[in-house]
Nanobody
Framework: VQLQASGGGLVQTGGSLRLSCAAS????????MAWFRQAPGQEREFVGV????????YYANSVKGRFTISRDNSKNLVELQMNNLKPEDTAVYYC????????????????????WGQGTLVTVSS
């Protein structure tokens, strides 16, 4: 499976961005899809995850209420709508996929995920 993330850019504090991740080369509907982010000098951080059909979602506390994950299995697409962005949201954002809906403890760990996109940079100016 190949994942291609896009949609990053420069936005002011309080603004919005919508990231997309397009999948190819596999059965997208069998993948649990997640978003992670990594700021300079920091470890990769879990943002949110959605199950196979979009019915169950789980978010990091730092983005809960501001970010929303959605997926369209007919288009092999998962998206991350980011609202009320803050400077601390600045990072490279990665989409990732795995064929398992793990426990809450496991699903936040990058090591669980088998497939990764190349990342898209989000910069939030103050």
């Amino acid at each position: 499976v190949q994942l291609q993330a896009s949609g990053g850019g420069l936005v002011q504090t309080g603004g919005s961005l919508r990231l997309s991740c397009a999948a190819s080369g596999g059965t997208f509907s069998l993948l649990v899809m997640a978003w992670f982010r990594q700021a300079p000098g920091q470890e990769r951080e879990f943002v949110g995850v959605v199950d196979w059909n979009g019915g169950d979602k789980y978010y990091a506390n730092s983005v809960k209420g501001r970010f929303t994950i959605s997926r369209d299995n007919s288009k092999n697409l998962v998206e991350l709508q980011m609202n009320n962005l803050k400077p601390e949201d600045t990072a490279v954002y990665y989409c990732a996929g795995v064929n398992a809906w793990a426990t809450e403890t496991q699903r936040v760990r990058p090591g669980l995920y088998k497939y990764w996109g190349q990342g898209t940079l989000v910069t939030v100016s103050s």
